[in-house]
């Protein structure tokens, strides 16, 4: 059972790279969200998606974009990264509103 | 604004006690909530959902209570053992927006030998 699979695990950036993280989930869940996670800031959603073919941002959504490619993946690009967007990311799933969330295995991304 | 607050911060037990992990929140108006253990580098697995109707959560030796009205939950661990050894999250479902959760900072916990 693979649930949420994320993609990379671990990335390195330059200031100014982009990059694109990927997400895909196999439980034929309808919504699919974006969280970072920071020391001391807890986990703070960045965009999701209500279904397929719906996106809306979050709490933190400047300096990315996302996009529902189809109902099994949800990927989070970075245009131009910078230092501030170092951390954890995690992708999560659900079947709606009202049921249980599953996450990934989160990928750490250094910005230097 | 939803806010989520997590006490204590740390916690250290020895094997064997029980205990209980807080969780409260500022609105009462969530669909439910949804506590999370986090492993070092590792992603969130989900432990127990409380639905807003529901009082309780049973899975093993862990039970999860939630009173909606004063905005609190527990996470109860029976018998810790040093496997237990982890960050416990709890995370509430606002009601009236559009799926996302509003997580706490979380409670760290050690069971030593």
């Known amino acids: 059972n693979a649930g949420v699979t994320q993609t990379p695990k671990f990335q390195v950036l330059k200031t100014g790279q982009s990059m694109t993280l990927q997400c895909a989930q196999d439980m034929n869940h309808n919504s699919m969200y974006w969280y970072r996670q920071d020391p001391g800031m807890g986990l703070r959603l960045i965009y999701y998606s209500a279904s397929e073919g719906t996106t809306d941002k979050g709490e933190v959504p400047n300096g990315y974009n996302v996009s529902r490619l189809n109902k099994r993946e949800f990927s989070l690009r970075l245009e131009s990264a910078a230092p501030s967007q170092t951390s954890v990311y995690f992708c999560a799933s659900s079947v709606g509103r009202n049921t249980e969330a599953f996450f990934g295995q989160g990928t750490r991304l250094t910005v230097v | 604004k939803q806010e989520v607050t997590q006490i204590p911060a740390a916690l250290s037990v020895p094997e064997g006690e029980n205990l209980v992990l807080n969780c409260s929140f500022t609105?009462?108006?969530?669909?439910?909530l949804q506590w999370f253990r986090q492993d070092p580098g590792k992603g969130l697995t989900s432990l127990l959902l409380i639905q807003s109707s529901q009082r309780e959560q049973t899975s093993g030796r862990l039970n999860a209570s939630l009173d909606k009205s004063s905005g609190r939950s527990t996470l109860y661990i029976a018998a810790s053992q040093p496997g237990d050894s982890a960050t416990y999250l709890c995370a509430v479902r606002p009601a009236g927006t559009a799926s996302k959760l509003t997580f706490g900072t979380g409670t760290r916990l050690q069971v030593t030998l």
């Open positions: 609105d009462s108006a969530i669909y439910n």
